[in-house]
């Protein structure tokens, strides 16, 4: 097999795919996106870390410059919304926007919602197991972030159910060329959840409470669109990876099952099981970053104006870093892996993912010991953001 991100047999197994590009050609051209597939650890690593890329050029040049089309005008309400938030904008914007979203998410105050974190997981796990199981996705993985970052931003109860939706249907614009019905989903999306922010804001302004999107709304320095850009951001960022680490860490789990059973006899290997799930499958299988001047990586001339595709799934898998990298180990104590990206961009809610990921792993060994795969899972077609449609199981 070949590396070919539509296939949904590759996206099922791609590492074997991953360990021969690192081997034979650390550095390919993909000719049906024009990108360069970088697979090995440390040039992912120095990528994301080197300033001559970007995740947009639109700093430093116009799209025509790029050989680029600009985006068909359709899409303007998506772009507004995305091109307004830190993670699609390099410094100096990016340096401003990060700093005034950051004082929400230092570690001090990211702890201090462990309680409320553990409680909601808690309740979600105990609703599930009175039931026997369901499918762990939908009924406990996907609630627990979507809860915790809607209280953090301050959306209103009855309104939740709006986001994931909105969510699922914007995170289709970043799969690899995306279908003109996705396209169109996207923007819609974007644009009613632009709506609604602005009109949440509007409130929170005259009415602030202990919320983000009051927080946000107090800044003077943050336009509409950035208020806007930032809190779907939060919202997207904030949600997608924490569900399919859940999901693909469980049935993780599940094929490795002496493992699970290491982990469940010693409840204090989570930290590093954690850390160990996130590595071996990767939940955000590639990100891309534009050449802004030449480069070369591994002998490979790499010219200004395309694009690298930076093989985060194969990064976790090199043997240089990673001794043994195909086997899971819940007790891997050195794992620099790079799953929350390195860099300007590096996760800003990594510390939020991390215990929001330890009370919902911790809540289903302890209060599920006997939890239990009903059917093998099925990858969700997407292969930038590697999911499972749903996992069923049962808590015995
Ligand atoms: C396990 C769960 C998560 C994973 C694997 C993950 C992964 C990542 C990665 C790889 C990046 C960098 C992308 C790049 O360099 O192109 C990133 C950025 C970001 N993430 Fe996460 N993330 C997770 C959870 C969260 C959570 C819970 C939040 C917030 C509540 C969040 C907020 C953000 C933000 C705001 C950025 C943009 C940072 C910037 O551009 O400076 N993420 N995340």
Redesign the pocket.
């Known amino acids: 097999m070949r590396f070919d991100p539509w296939n949904p047999d590759f996206v099922a197994h791609p590492y074997d795919v991953y360990a021969e590009l690192r081997r034979a050609e650390p550095v390919s051209f993909f000719e049906p996106t024009g990108q360069y597939l970088v697979s090995r650890h440390a040039d992912v690593n120095a990528l994301?870390r080197d300033r001559r890329l970007g995740?947009s050029y639109l700093h430093v040049a116009a799209h025509e410059e790029f050989g680029q089309e600009a985006p068909p005008d359709f899409q303007e309400p998506f772009w507004r919304v995305i091109n307004a938030?830190?993670?699609d904008v390099e410094p100096p914007v990016?340096t401003r926007l990060?700093r005034l979203?950051s004082r929400a998410?230092t570690p001090r105050m990211v702890e201090s919602l462990r309680p409320r974190v553990r409680a909601i997981a808690g309740g979600l796990v105990d609703a599930f197991v009175a039931k026997g199981g369901g499918d762990l996705l939908a009924e406990v993985a996907e609630p627990l972030?979507v809860t915790v970052?809607a209280e953090?931003l301050g959306i209103p109860g009855d309104d939740r159910h709006l986001l994931r939706p909105w969510s699922a249907d914007i995170c289709g614009m970043y799969e690899l060329n995306p279908s003109p019905q996705a396209q169109h989903t996207a923007v819609r999306a974007a644009a009613e959840f632009a709506d609604y922010l602005k009109a949440l804001a509007r409130e929170r302004r005259r009415q602030p409470g202990e919320d983000l999107v009051s927080a946000l709304a107090q800044i003077e320095e943050l336009t509409e669109d950035e208020l806007v850009g930032t809190c779907v951001?939060?919202l997207n960022?904030?949600?997608e990876?924490?569900v399919?680490?859940t999901g693909n860490g469980w049935w993780s789990l599940f094929r490795n099952p002496a493992e699970l059973e290491r982990l469940r006899a010693d409840h204090s290997l989570l930290p590093t099981a954690i850390e160990e799930l996130?590595r071996w499958d990767t939940?955000?299988q590639m990100?891309?970053?534009w050449v802004l001047e030449d480069i070369e990586v591994e002998g490979v001339a790499i010219p200004k104006g395309v694009e690298v595709a930076l093989l985060?799934g194969s990064a976790n898998r090199d043997p240089e870093v990673f001794p043994d990298p195909d086997r899971l180990d819940v007790g891997r104590a050195d794992n620099p892996h790079?799953?929350?990206?390195?860099?300007?961009?590096?996760?800003?809610?990594?510390p939020?993912?991390?215990i929001?990921?330890m009370e919902s792993f911790g809540a289903l060994l302890e209060k599920a010991p006997k939890l239990e795969l009903v059917r093998e899972p099925v990858w969700k077609p997407g292969y930038v953001i590697r999911g499972l449609e749903s996992l069923e199981v049962t808590t015995g």
């Open positions: 994301l995740r938030g830190m993670l990016h990060r979203v998410f972030p970052i953090m951001l939060l960022a904030g949600h990876a924490t399919n680490v996130m939940p955000l990100f891309e970053r985060f790079i799953s929350f990206g390195a860099g300007i961009h590096f996760c800003l809610g990594a939020l993912a991390r929001e990921l």
